[in-house]
């Protein structure tokens, strides 16, 4: 395992930046909160990334955990997500979630939705 990505069974990462974010976010929500992230239909690609607070896991989520952060990523959503890289970007543009997806065979230019 690398130093700067907590990497599960499904191949997917959590960034230490990402897993600083959600701790930061998650300390003004009730406690027990966790980061879903979830695809749906949608978006002017085809599926969106969604971002949600969740405070229940379901019995077939996958519980990715790192420094404190806890992602939930539902059954249905992890064919498109597996093997991607969950991460948080503060730069000139903004601040933001971006998840770089091996399976996604083109994306919007906002980052928020893809095809495959």
Request: net charge negative; aromatic share 6%; with cysteine.
């Amino acid at each position: 395992m690398s130093t700067d990505l907590a990497i599960n069974r499904r191949g997917i990462e959590v960034t230490d930046q990402a897993a600083k974010r959600i701790v930061s976010v998650m300390a003004s929500e009730p406690p027990g909160s966790m980061l879903r992230v979830s695809v749906a239909g949608g978006g002017c690609s085809g599926f969106q990334y969604i971002f949600d607070v969740d405070r229940e896991k379901a019995p077939d989520d996958l519980v990715i955990e790192r420094d404190g952060a806890t992602v939930l990523i539902d059954e249905t959503s992890l064919d498109l997500l597996e093997g991607c890289t969950i991460d948080f970007i503060d730069d000139l543009v903004g601040q933001s979630f971006r998840i770089t997806n091996p399976n996604a065979s083109s994306s919007c230019g906002c980052g928020t939705s893809f095809a495959v």
